[in-house]
């Protein structure tokens, strides 16, 4: 989607992420090229599939490794986090 905004155009990209780390891996890739090739700001929205930190998850297995990936995202592209407002879980099995 773009929006042109004050002569400047803003480019958002909506992601929905897998829950398979390979093919998380293969997004992150995906949306770093876009990352370099873009000169306007981007703005990533959506369900990355992802968490930035342990308690971001209770109960099931944790893999920090992806963790670590979506956190070297973050910090590669200087993104920042806007948070969650409202219940800390929002879903459970």
């Known amino acids: 989607m773009k929006l042109e905004t004050y002569s400047k155009l803003l480019l958002v990209t909506?992601?929905?992420g897998s829950p398979d780390k390979r093919k998380c891996k293969i997004l992150w890739d995906h949306l770093n090229c876009i990352a370099l090739l873009v000169n306007n700001p981007l703005i990533l929205v959506g369900d990355f599939k992802s968490i930035l930190s342990p308690n971001e998850k209770r109960g099931g297995r944790l893999t920090s490794i992806g963790c670590k990936i979506f956190q070297n995202f973050i910090f590669h592209n200087g993104l920042w986090d806007l948070e969650f407002k409202g219940p800390?879980?929002?879903?459970r099995r």
């Open 14 to 16: 909506f992601v929905y």
């Open 88 to 91: 800390q879980f929002t879903w």
